[in-house]
């Protein structure tokens, strides 16, 4: 019993630690939206992506920038209706 | 058991990255200079700009083997010096401080925080000072904010605290700055969202509602602990804050920015308080007057006595100044005024020199100079209060006109290459060495480059000569001259002696024998001369030219002449010493005795062999003679003997021997500077029949060669000058071509270098008042250079294109280059027209307001016939401006011919197709999208192919036809006298009809998402997927209709993008996310796929996966840091073994060189693992962890780490070597290291 207290605090630890850190109730909603935000700030965060994307889109790299972080608001859409 | 994979490969990096990802301005060396920090891809380096140097240096340079975030500056109080704070992928907190003595940055502070990687809850994205270098606030895109206490302990050591933490989960960060508080507690302003309520409500509504606020966050010393101090909400689309200087008297806070809004902002502040500016925006025929701008870069400069203002660039590139009105500290108004217009920048630095620092974003980065601080010129001057605080209430846009630069004038250019978007490597002019040619930039700033390995000389003067000359000469007349008097010509019979003055005539009575052919000419003791021909010696006495003129005056003649039968076929000499070598094999040997005349030793040198060469080295400083002799004989060795009396007392005794592959055709000794602990060693140069040079170490003591270089030159003899390169000794070495033999300023070891410059038979230094340089003829042509610097050992060709360049395809037999541009969100020709016309008429513009019609009304004539280089192309979104450009980059060094593109098409791909059933004619066909989008997916409304006929040479295209297509074809390929096309996820083949593209055979869904690349050899064909790398595809012509069957595909998702196969079973390429791989088809799978001409085996085989039936192995892995765009199999050097060549999007140009042996694999393997310890990246990333970002790294040794070994210091060096297995000595293992670049690349 103790042992599974002790992985249950763990995880808990984890879970606000590392944003996305699963658990049994996950959504998909959230399983989703967290992939997409993980995605979304990757491309931020290396110069080359983001760099690459700009040359696409063909904008300043700060506009790219803004542009992927505003997406990481609601990255998948409205969050499904509550179910009870 | 071990086992090794059976290939391996030596990563190095040609070229490095140019793309700045940002730039700050600082006093790094404590000189109360300023400097500039600068980080390129994963490199540091520090830039000094001076106008003594007429420009830029870069003083240090450093790979750190990390993904470079963020970088920051930051001094302690009463410190003279400032330290720098960068943030990496490697999840520490690292700060350095720059040694200038030692060239090297010392690791203050190490801390870690967080996992590695770049994550969206890790620090790090975000990076801020306390500009008093309290406290640095490291945050993470979501949610993370870590704040780290400096103090200073003692007089130099600067601790650090443990992290305080200021979390707030759900939240987004926008941008991060520490505020000017003078010595109050350190507050920082974040912008963040907070997005956990749009994550609730399934309405919509909150997302809707989402505000962005301004934070401030207080590091309270006393407590310490950081606290959220105050909110308020700010624009929605605010993105960028700036400093506002605080302090007595100051006003403090921050400028906030965003669309359409530059507002002033501080702590505590009602909403009255507020300043807020609209961003001007242009006017014009061609501009949108309902678009709003956003600040994408800044910087704040503080004039003495506490003025301040701030330069701002938008989006469009238009920097804009803003100045406060804030008489003790109350901000009553803020002013904008248009200043110039400079290409978007990452990072704009000003210095306190009046200097303009702009790291470009495409192109190269330009140093401007400051002329004036904008206030003399007549824009419009915007101030707060015409405009709301809110910016959601109305008010009238301001408007400017841009116009050329006025304030600023560009002073300098580093070249750069960012961004590549296409390359090819190849030898269009027959050169020994091939060319790179590539195509970079973006926009209006894009450019045609071709570079080669070649150091760039700066050409002074050019003359005839009345006939032939084979040799040439410079030389002083007494030892104590400055400058050389005369030129000495060996023309085919007879000598020529020239006297350098006001003008450069013909000496006369200068006492040389001019009716015979020279060999040698040497400023001789205190005040005498000698020539060396080929009958004897004269010793001319006491040479002057008293007038001035040409006409000189000479003391005595001494004649020496050479015994009978025997003529003179070798010689060398310096001040106080000659040699000759005689036709029978003897070497006699002078010295200058005491009143300054020629002594011949009592002994000489009697070879069995006949001499080719002789060389004596400059008498060293403080010594009365030169200590050895080199001999280059006939039997190919070289003989080093004595000049000064050895043990017994005896000269001219052979003291070590060096045997040669080839015969020798000349020989040197020089002095060259070196990482030796003296500074500089004496190096022997031999050069050989067949074009290869040999540079050894020289010892001065026992004359013996040492840690030997080889490197092939050209296919003709070397023969060598000594000469004086950027201030220091080199090596000029002449054979097909001339090259520079000089020891690297950057790194400090061994270069060869061929000049930039037309071949010539024979060269000599050139001293004079003006200035110093070389001397070389050719033929009956003489001319005069100058070798001013030899830091970059690349030399550029630059044609500018009009648009984003995708695709380049080159007509090799033609010498041409077809270039296919395309931008997004641009305003095509034809509507900039449309629109001009429109505005000239005087008719209505649609959107037309009252400033723009007003001023046209005032006679204003539209400033649009701006040059889109530096203004740029006008935007209109959605729309796509598309072209197909010829250049000739050789003859005409220019775009030939334009076709532009119309109906809002772009082209994404380009091929160049000899049709077999048009007879071979040659057709360039190009794959064009219509209507592309790429937000929020990619989206099209059709695709085609465009044919058009080559015509003139390759010069001319006119179109042919166009066929319609289900998809864009991003890929196209000549494909056996056809042209095969990649069309959304199918692989078609198609041949040319009278009216389209006819299909002949086709793959559906050959590859899962798109197929962007093609490649082929034989039947083959390697379609690249976008998302799903690569699939091979076998062609089967001998059935009809003819069937294209995919067979192998890989394992992995690579996001391809580009390709090259290495072999027919083997294929290179590179991803999105920066790496680089290697895959190689299975031989039995290769050898089935070829087997039967039907392939209906290959029909039969059960899919795998629901993919092709077989997976390709991976056989190499290296993350590389840059997206690679091109990868090409090629050699690079004259002679050179093939390697794999890449260029990456952010300027890297880099190879891939295959080790030869296993020992020096296994050699460099050990090494590179005890660099990874001995030498850690100074980011404080793992290099090993570094390279397998993705996926493990697999038989790639890292080239970059391998030559921080020469840099390392020499105790560090010989414990390292002497730890390796193999019997590896240390000159060996720095002379492989030196092969890898000397033998495959530059």
Not at chain 1, 53 to 64: A, H, R, V, Y
Not at chain 2, 77 to 88: E, M, Q, S, V, W
Not at chain 2, 723 to 738: D, K, Q
Not at chain 2, 850 to 860: E, F, P, Q, R, Y
């Amino acid at each position: 019993m103790a042992d599974k207290l002790r992985a249950q605090q763990q995880l808990e630890s984890l879970q606000a630690r590392y944003v996305g850190t699963g658990h049994a109730d996950t959504t998909k909603f959230e399983w989703t939206s967290n992939i997409a935000r993980d995605s979304l700030s990757s491309y931020i965060g290396h110069p080359p992506m983001l760099q690459y994307m700009s040359i696409g889109l063909g904008q300043p790299k700060e506009k790219t920038r803004i542009m992927l972080l505003e997406r990481m608001i609601q990255p998948v859409g409205q969050p499904p209706e509550p179910q009870d | 058991m071990t086992s090794f994979s059976n290939m391996a490969l030596y990563a190095l990096t040609v070229q490095q990255p140019s793309a700045t990802q940002q730039a700050i301005s600082g006093d790094f060396t404590g000189t109360n200079k300023q400097q500039i920090l600068t980080a390129n891809g994963s490199r540091l380096a520090i830039l000094e700009v001076s106008r003594r140097h007429k420009g830029f240096k870069e003083i240090f340079s450093q790979h750190v083997f990390g993904i470079i975030r963020h970088i920051e500056k930051f001094r302690l109080a009463g410190a003279t010096k400032d330290l720098i704070a960068i943030t990496t992928d490697s999840g520490r907190m690292v700060t350095y401080e720059y040694l200038p003595d030692e060239q090297k940055l010392k690791t203050l502070h190490y801390e870690t925080f967080g996992k590695s990687g770049i994550r969206r809850v890790i620090p790090g994205e975000y990076l801020a000072v306390d500009p008093k270098g309290r406290a640095i606030m490291v945050a993470s895109i979501e949610k993370n904010k870590l704040v780290y206490i400096l103090t200073r302990s003692g007089q130099t050591d600067i601790s650090i605290s443990s992290p305080l933490e200021a979390h707030k989960p759900q939240t987004l960060v926008y941008y991060l700055i520490g505020l000017d508080v003078g010595y109050d507690n350190p507050v920082f302003a974040a912008l963040e969202l907070d997005f956990s309520q749009s994550d609730q409500d399934s309405s919509g509504q909150a997302y809707n509602e989402v505000e962005k606020e301004l934070v401030y966050y207080e590091l309270d010393l006393g407590l310490n602990h950081v606290v959220r101090k105050w909110s308020e909400t700010v624009d929605r689309t605010s993105n960028m804050l700036f400093r506002v200087p605080g302090g007595p008297d100051m006003p403090s806070g921050v400028l906030c920015c965003g669309e359409d809004n530059i507002s002033y902002r501080r702590i505590y502040n009602n909403a009255s308080e507020v300043q807020r500016l609209a961003i001007p925006r242009r006017e014009g025929a061609t501009e949108d007057p309902n678009r709003k701008r956003i600040i994408v870069a800044g910087t704040v400069y503080t004039l003495k006595g506490g003025e301040f203002f701030y330069l701002l660039q938008t989006d469009d590139g238009d920097a804009f100044k803003v100045t406060f009105d804030a008489p003790g500290g109350d901000v009553n108004n803020i002013k904008i005024k248009y200043f110039d217009t400079l290409p978007i920048a990452s990072s704009i630095c000003l210095l306190k020199a009046g200097f303009v620092y702009c790291a470009c974003e495409s192109g190269d980065r330009i140093l401007y100079e400051l002329e004036s601080l904008g206030e003399e010129t007549d824009d419009p001057v915007f101030e707060s209060s015409q405009f709301p605080a809110d910016p959601l209430a109305p008010y009238d846009p301001p408007f400017f006109r841009p116009r050329p630069l006025t304030n600023l004038t560009a002073v300098e250019k580093i070249a750069s290459m960012n961004p590549i978007m296409d390359m090819e490597v190849a030898n269009l002019t027959m050169e020994d060495a091939p060319q790179i040619h590539t195509v970079c930039g973006t926009g209006a700033r894009s450019t045609f480059r071709t570079t080669r390995n070649a150091l760039d000389v700066l050409d002074l003067i050019e003359s005839q000569l009345p006939a032939q000359a084979t040799s040439v000469w410079t030389t002083k007349l007494t030892a104590e001259d400055e400058y050389d008097t005369l030129i000495v010509l060996s023309l085919l019979s007879a000598t020529l002696v020239l006297k350098i003055g006001e003008d450069v005539d013909e000496a006369t009575n200068a006492g040389f024998i001019t009716d015979t052919t020279t060999l040698g000419v040497q400023q001789f003791g205190e005040y005498g001369v000698i020539q060396i021909h080929s009958r004897g010696v004269r010793h001319i006495h006491g040479v002057q030219f008293p007038n001035n003129d040409a006409a000189g005056e000479h003391g005595e003649l001494t004649d020496w002449h050479t015994p009978p039968h025997r003529t003179i076929v070798a010689c060398a000499s310096n001040n106080r010493q000659v040699a000759i070598a005689l036709s029978s094999g003897e070497i006699y040997y002078f010295e200058c005795d005491s009143d300054g005349g020629l002594a011949k030793a009592d002994e000489e040198i009697s070879l069995d062999c006949p001499v080719n060469c002789l060389a004596i080295p400059d008498v060293p400083e403080g010594s009365i003679r030169a200590f050895f002799m080199a001999v280059g004989c006939g039997d190919q060795t070289c003989r080093v003997f004595n000049l000064s009396p050895d043990m017994s007392g005896e000269i001219l005794r052979s003291v070590s021997l060096l045997a040669l592959s080839a015969q020798p055709s000349d020989i040197s000794i020089s002095y060259m500077y070196d990482k030796s602990p003296r500074g500089h060693s004496q190096y022997l140069h031999v050069g050989l029949r067949s074009g290869i040079y040999i540079r050894s170490n020289l010892d001065e003591m026992t004359g013996e060669a040492y840690s030997t270089r080889r490197r092939f030159l050209g296919p003709s003899p070397v023969r060598f000058t000594r000469v004086i390169a950027a201030g220091e000794p080199a090596i000029l070495a002449i054979t097909s071509r001339p090259w520079l033999s000089y020891t690297d300023p950057r790194t400090g070891t061994f270069a060869t270098t061929p000049l930039n410059y037309t071949p010539f038979d024979s060269a000599w230094s050139f001293e004079s008042a003006q200035f110093k340089g070389v001397i070389c003829i050719r033929g009956d042509g003489l001319r005069i250079f100058a070798l001013d610097s030899i830091a970059d050992n690349t030399t550029h060709e630059t044609i500018p294109l009009k648009y984003t360049p995708r695709k380049l395809v080159g007509f090799h037999e033609q010498q041409v280059y077809y270039v296919v541009e395309s931008d997004n969100n641009t305003m095509d020709p034809k509507t900039i027209d449309l629109l001009r016309d429109q505005l000239n008429n005087g008719a209505k513009n649609e959107d037309g307001d009252l400033v723009m019609n007003g001023d046209v009304a005032n006679g204003h004539h539209p400033s649009d016939e701006l040059p889109p280089v530096e203004f740029g192309h006008p935007k209109a979104p959605g729309r796509w401006a598309s072209c197909i450009q010829v250049i000739d980059p050789i003859n005409e060094k220019a775009v030939v011919n334009t076709v532009e593109l119309e109906r809002n098409q772009c082209a994404v791909s380009a091929a160049l197709v000899a049709f077999e059933s048009r007879s071979d004619e040659v057709f360039l066909a190009v794959g064009v999208a219509t209507d592309l989008s790429f937000t929020p997916t990619y989206t099209y409304k059709s695709g085609s192919i465009h044919l058009y006929k080559v015509l003139d040479d390759g010069r001319r295209l006119e179109f042919y036809h166009e066929t319609e297509l289900s998809a864009p074809p991003l890929a196209l390929l000549a494909f056996k006298g056809k042209l095969v096309a990649g069309v959304g996820r199918d692989l078609v083949l198609f041949d040319c009809g009278m009216k389209s593209v006819l299909r002949k055979a086709q793959a559906v869904n050959c590859a899962a998402t798109r197929i962007v690349d093609l490649k082929t050899q034989g039947s083959r064909l390697i379609a690249s997927d976008q998302q799903h790398s690569i699939t091979y595809v076998v062609h089967k012509d001998l059935i009809h209709p003819n069937r294209l069957i995919p067979f192998v595909e890989d394992t992995v998702a690579r996001w391809t993008t580009c390709t090259d196969m290495v072999d027919y079973d083997t294929v290179v390429g590179g991803d999105k996310f920066g790496n680089l791989w290697m895959v190689r088809c299975p031989s039995k799978v290769s050898e089935a796929s070829d087997e039967t001409e039907d392939g209906q085996h290959l029909i039969q085989d059960r899919a795998f996966l629901a993919g092709a039936p077989n997976r390709l192995d991976l056989v190499m892995h290296y993350f590389a840091n840059d997206i690679p765009v091109s990868i090409q199999k090629t050699s690079l050097i004259a002679g050179g073994e093939k390697v794999i060549f890449w260029a990456g999007l952010q300027g890297t140009l880099g190879a891939l060189i295959p080790f030869a042996s296993r020992r020096s694999f296994k050699m460099f393997q050990q090494l590179e693992l005890a660099l990874r310890t001995e030498d850690k990246p100074i980011s404080g990333r793992d290099h090993l962890a570094f390279r397998s970002y993705y996926i493990p790294v697999k038989s790639v040794i890292d080239g970059d780490l391998i030559e921080r070994f020469l840099v390392v210091s020499r105790d560090k060096k010989e414990s390292i070597v002497a730890r390796m297995e193999g019997n590896w000595d240390l000159a060996e293992v720095e002379e492989q290291i030196w092969n890898m670049r000397g033998l495959y690349a530059f």
